[in-house]
C-alpha cells in the first residue's frame, strides 16, 4: 500500500502530461460540442442509462451472494439500495472510499453480519472487482497493435521481479502471513469454488455492462469509434479516476477518456460530447439515485415516504370510497 501511495503522485503526473501532449491543440468551442450533445439520439441514451442501473443490480447481487455465504440474507431491494447509497457516498464526499467503507459497516452491521464477516465481504469486493478490471484493462491493451508490444513486456518484467524477489526470499518470508490472511478471508465467507467463480463471473459482468453503456452513448452521438476504442477509453477513464484525489475523479477522468479517444482518431467534439453525456449517466444519475437510496435506508424518512404514498394511491383509487358522506 505504501508503494502505490508514492507512486500515486508521479502517475498523476505522468497521465496530466500526456494528456496535455494530446489535447493542447485538439479543444474543441464549446458551441460545437453543445450542437453534438443536443443532436444526440435520446432513445440510446436511455438505453446508456438503462444499462448503468443495471450494472449497479448486478453488483448489489455480488454483495447480496456475498453475505449470503457468510449466512446473512438481505433482500434485494435493501441490498440495491444500499449499493447506490455507497456509490453515492464514495463518489461525492471528500475521503469518500474511506467513509463509504465506514457507511456499509455500519450498514451490514444493522443487517446482523459481524465485523470478521464485514472485513471479508468487503476486501473480497474490492479484489473481485479490481481483479476483473484489470482483466479488461490487461485485454484491451493487448488486442490494440500499439500497445500490445509494451504491455506484453511490462507483463515480462513483472513475472521476472517476481521471480527474482521470490529467489532472494522477500516474498518468501511474506507469503505465509498474506496466504494465511486470504485463507481466513475466504473461510469467513465460505462457499465453493463454483460459489467464487460465480462472484468473479457477477463482478466481471457489472464492468462490462459499465462498458456497453459508454458503447451506447458513442451511438447516441454516432461516434466514429470501434468497439475496442471504447473499451481502451473506458479503461483509461477509470483508471484515472483510481488514481484521483477528488470525488469521482472529476475532471480527471474526463480528460483521460477524452485524450484517449482523440489520440484514436476521433473528433474532440464528439470526444468532448461522449465524455460529458457518460459521465451525465454513470456518474451524476447513480449520485442522484444514490443519495435518494440513502434517504430511503433512514428509518424516519422511508416511514415518512411510505405513508404519504399509501395516502396518495388510497387518495386516487377509485375503489376508494367515503365511508362517512356529507349529509
Known sequence: MRMIRRLKWPAMAGLAVLAYLTLRNALPAPSEVWDVITAADVDWLLVAAGFQILAMMVFARFLRRLLA??????????????????????????????????????????????KRLIAAVLVLAAAYSGGTFGVLALVALVISPETRLVTLVALGCLVVAGVLLFRAGHLLDR?????????????????????????????????????????????????????????????????????AVVPGGLGVAEVGMAATYIAAGMSAEQAAAVVLLYRLVSYWMNLVLGWFAWLLLQEPFRRATIGALSRLGASLSPFVYDRHPAP
Do not use: M
Not at 463509504?100 to 455500519?106: I, M, W
Not at 452521438?221 to 479516476?241: D, M, Q, R, W
Open 175 to 243: 507469503l505465509p502471513k498474506v496466504s494465511g490472511q486470504l485463507k481466513a478471508t475466504f473461510n469467513t465467507v465460505g462457499g465453493t469454488r463454483r460459489d467464487h467463480l460465480r462472484l468473479a463471473n457477477l463482478a466481471l459482468l457489472n464492468w462490462v455492462l459499465d462498458v456497453i453503456s459508454l458503447g451506447a452513448v458513442c451511438c447516441a452521438i454516432e461516434a466514429t469509434a470501434t468497439p475496442h476504442t471504447v473499451l481502451l477509453g473506458f479503461v483509461a477513464a477509470k483508471t484515472a479516476a483510481a488514481l
Open 69 to 114: 455465504l457468510g449466512g446473512v440474507r438481505v433482500s434485494r431491494p435493501r441490498i440495491l439500495a444500499v449499493t447506490f447509497a455507497r456509490n453515492a457516498v464514495a463518489g461525492s464526499l471528500p475521503a469518500g472510499p474511506v467513509v463509504s467503507v465506514a457507511y456499509t459497516t455500519q450498514v451490514f452491521t444493522k443487517l446482523g453480519a459481524g
